[in-house]
């Protein structure tokens, strides 16, 4: 491969790595083309951009991008590059993508090392941590819930605080006759 294409191959990964804010990288060796084809059609539903790319011209996009050396130790053997705005889906994916497989150790893809949240995770024992972590939309649907919780609480008080006077008055009236 000539200089140029390599540099070239460099900045469209870079400018891939500036659109996402997470990326995690896996190995999806020995898969076939049908499981491949269903990765790749997961991915798309789940707005995750799967990209495979050799390792030095990756760790070579990663300098550039000032991502931690110590993500480069994963860039070994086969690699997928998974992309995605939100933190978590990339790895609800692989767990909902290899959770058929009977042995979970050779399942693929695995996760080599994650980019979440601007901290690197290197190896497969992370990948559940990585699936419960909440993205900024479920967090902000959270703070909103428990915002609204106490202010429900008041309305929901005075509405039924409202109906037992009613009750109570309504009682007293009746006896006074």
Do not use: W
Not at 17 to 41: C, P, V
Not at 133 to 161: F, H, R, T, Y
């Amino acid at each position: 491969m000539k200089k140029e294409d390599k540099t070239a191959i460099i900045a469209q990964l870079g400018e891939q790595l500036e659109q996402y804010a997470h990326f995690y990288i896996t190995n999806i060796e020995g898969l076939n083309a049908e499981k491949t084809s269903a990765l790749r059609r997961e991915c798309f539903k789940k707005d995750v951009k799967l990209l495979v790319a050799k390792n030095t011209l990756l760790q070579k996009a990663l300098e550039a991008k000032g991502i931690d050396e110590a993500i480069f130790a994963a860039l070994k053997g086969n690699t997928a590059l998974m992309l995605s705005n939100t933190g978590n889906a990339p790895a609800k994916l692989i767990k909902e993508f290899t959770k058929k497989e009977k042995n979970k150790e050779e399942a693929k893809p695995q996760l080599k090392a994650a980019y979440v949240e601007e901290t690197v995770y290197v190896g497969a024992q992370n990948l559940e941590f990585l699936s419960t972590i909440k993205s900024k939309n479920e967090l902000i649907a959270d703070l909103v819930a428990l915002l609204q919780s106490p202010a429900k609480n008041v309305v929901s008080a005075l509405q039924s605080g409202g109906t037992t006077i009613h009750g109570v008055l309504k009682t007293l009236g009746e006896r006074a006759e």
